[in-house]
């Protein structure tokens, strides 16, 4: 119990979040998933930095946390231009800009 | 749970073995919470589920936080997170109106799994390795207790970090001049645009 339950359970979140951005299909849920891997990552960091007694991963996971709302912020007004344009919000179907 | 105390207090240990089983335990049970959370956010059909769970997950970081001693850093998280982000997709499900998704057992979604499921192992390769000397730094819990959890971080950010909280600034900038540019002039296609 420490650093190995805090690995376990970071590494959890990451992955699921990763499977939930493969095999989801609405890009909302799949943006949800992108926020499970940051937090996952801003978990880590956090408990790293209790370990080691160093704030320095605090202010990462800070930074980290204003780079996340600015990506969700853009990432929805991205979908929302979409979903105005086409009219239905499927991944699968976005395929305009494919080869 | 008070047998249990009671055993633990019978066995004559001290205040400090007592609060530190406590807190592993508590730190236990909120992992695995915040684990189950994770997977409903993916499993659930509807949007709006996922989001729900999403908020119980990050209520669950934030509890974890706390017991790794950020405090501010857990009042940002429910703050900005379980606030002010998850209420922006709230509106948009709202506004997008949430459609269920059928779901089916496809090729690609077990490529996905089997590919997902290599990555975890391999992070969990990183609890096999063994104990490295740690470089500890000057921030102990006392330190930070004396001056306060919020103003230790600030005094940290705006000595050694001043550059890169600058530029997060400049990117909240960037971001708000990127979404008022996509969401007030609405996008027309091409063949419209040349028509006239």
Same mark, same amino acid.
Request: aromatic share 10%; proline share 2%.
């Given at each position: ?99 | ?71 501010? #850093? +857990?009042?940002?998280?429910?703050? &900005?997170? %379980?606030?002010?982000?998850?209420? @922006?997709?709230? /509106?948009?499900?709202?506004? =997008? ?69 600058? #530029? +997060?600034?400049?990117?909240?900038? &960037?971001? %708000?001049?990127?979404?008022?540019? @996509?969401?007030? /002039?609405?996008?027309?296609? =091409? ?6």
């Amino acid at each position: 119990m420490g650093s190995e339950f805090v690995l376990f359970v970071s590494a959890a979140i990451f992955s699921i979040g990763a499977l939930g951005f493969v095999i989801r299909k609405n890009p909302l849920v799949m943006f949800m998933s992108v926020e499970l891997m940051l937090n996952a990552v801003n978990f880590l960091l956090i408990g790293y930095s209790s370990f080691l007694n160093s704030l320095d991963g605090q202010i990462f996971a800070l930074i980290i946390m204003t780079v996340a709302a600015a990506e969700v912020v853009v990432g929805l007004a991205i979908i929302l231009t979409i979903f105005r344009t086409r009219h239905e919000l499927d991944v699968d179907r976005i395929n305009t800009l494919k080869g | 749970m008070m047998e249990f105390l009671d055993q633990l207090w019978s066995l004559n240990m001290d205040r400090e073995t007592v609060f530190g089983l406590f807190q592993q335990s508590l730190v236990f049970i909120i992992g695995m919470t915040a684990i189950l959370a994770s997977l409903g956010v993916i499993l659930c059909a509807s949007p709006i589920y996922s989001a729900l769970y999403l908020i119980g997950n990050m209520v669950c970081l934030a509890l974890l936080f706390l017991l790794f001693n950020a405090e501010f #850093l +857990a009042v940002v998280q429910v703050v &900005v997170y %379980a606030g002010a982000v998850m209420i @922006l997709f709230l /509106f948009i499900i709202a506004l =997008l109106g949430s459609k269920e998704e059928k779901r089916e057992l496809s090729f690609q979604n077990f490529t996905a799994l089997s590919f997902v499921g290599l990555l975890f192992c391999e992070l969990l390769m990183s609890m096999m390795v063994g104990e490295t000397k740690p470089v500890l730094g000057q921030a102990t819990p006392e330190v930070v207790q004396q001056v306060g959890s919020a103003k230790a971080i600030g005094i940290e950010l705006f000595s050694n970090h001043i550059v890169s909280f600058e #530029l +997060a600034s400049l990117l909240l900038l &960037v971001a %708000a001049v990127g979404i008022i540019s @996509l969401a007030k /002039f609405t996008y027309k296609p =091409l063949r419209k645009r040349t028509r006239t």
